[in-house]
């Protein structure tokens, strides 16, 4: 079974750090690609972040660069989304999704294969 599994989420003040997982069960993620994606209340979901595990390739979205960095554990067959100087407007249901080789869905801005129920941010005084 191809799973997603996201945690780390949780409260933290402005400018404060974060460190989301995303543990893949069921396929090994070397040549996937990851990607992060978020949702705020009443807003539209937005890719974050994209990283193709093969080569390192990664984008992030102007909202994020700088402050947002994707990291693998290889060990562990999970990524992470570490978040630094996050923002009120960081708040959001983080996903992480994948997908299966030979496409570029992520970094083109098309649907991902498989997704995680997600894991809440919150950031606030």
């Known amino acids: 079974q191809v799973q997603l599994v996201e945690s780390g989420g949780g409260l933290v003040q402005p400018g404060g750090s974060l460190r989301l997982s995303c543990a893949a069960s069921g396929f090994a993620l070397d040549y996937y690609t990851i990607g992060w994606f978020r949702q705020a209340p009443g807003k539209e979901r937005e890719r974050v972040s994209c990283f193709r595990v093969s080569d390192g390739t990664t984008d992030y979205a102007d909202s994020v660069k700088g402050r947002f960095t994707i990291a693998r554990d290889n060990a562990k067959n999970t990524v992470y989304l570490q978040m630094n100087s996050l923002k009120p407007e960081d708040t959001a249901v983080y996903y992480c999704?994948?997908?299966?080789?030979?496409?570029?869905?992520?970094?083109?801005?098309?649907?991902?294969?498989?997704w995680g129920k997600g894991t809440l941010v919150t950031v606030s005084s």
């Open positions: 999704a994948a997908e299966e080789p030979f496409g570029s869905s992520c970094f083109l801005g098309y649907e991902m294969d498989y």
